[in-house]
Every structure is written in C-alpha cells, then in structure tokens.
C-alpha cells in the first residue's frame, strides 16, 4: 500500500469515528445530568485523541517518508486503540447500559 492510499484511509477512519462521537454526545443529550457526567468526559477524551491520531496521518501525508513503515506501525496500533475506546463508549452509552 502507498503512503497516500494509507493516510486516505486512515482520514477516513478518523472521520467515522468523530461522526460516531458527535451521535454519543447528541445520545447523551437525552440522559439525566448523572449519565451525562459519566459519559460526557469520556466522549471528551476521545476526541481529543482522534483529533492527535488526524495530525499523525496529516503529518505523514505531508512528510511521505520513503520508509514510513515505522509511522504506519505506530498508527495502526493507535488507531486499534482507539477504536476500542470508541466501541467501549458506545457500548456504555446504550440504553441498557445507563443506570437511573
């Protein structure tokens, strides 16, 4: 896979996962100010780490080293996490999971 084709998909990741965390915030919108307060710094974490993973893959499209393989090693790994995350959030932010 070339660096472009890579940080292409890489983007696009990274925009379906601040898609997904916008649908969190509007989701949590609808809870009591309890669930609210459990979620609401969770959702705020992740963005905050989406928004570092974008500047990575914008880094290495601008940079396009000639051996960008340890890059793409380091953002797949922070990309897995944080798809975890992501996951893991909305698994809690669903209905059966919010208590009160």
């Known amino acids: 896979m070339e660096v472009k084709d890579y940080c ?3 983007l696009a990741e990274v925009n379906a996962w601040k ?5 969190m915030k509007k989701a949590a919108d609808s809870y009591g100010s309890e669930q609210k307060q459990r979620i609401l710094p969770l959702v705020g974490q992740l963005e905050q780490e989406v928004t570092n993973a974008q500047m990575r893959v914008k880094q290495l499209e601008t940079e396009c080293p000639s051996d960008w393989s340890p890059l793409k090693n380091e953002l797949d790994e922070l990309f897995g996490t944080i798809g975890s995350k992501v996951n893991r959030a909305w698994r809690e932010l669903s209905p059966g999971n919010v208590g009160g």
């Open 8 to 10: 292409k998909a890489m």
């Open 19 to 23: 898609d997904k965390l916008e649908t």
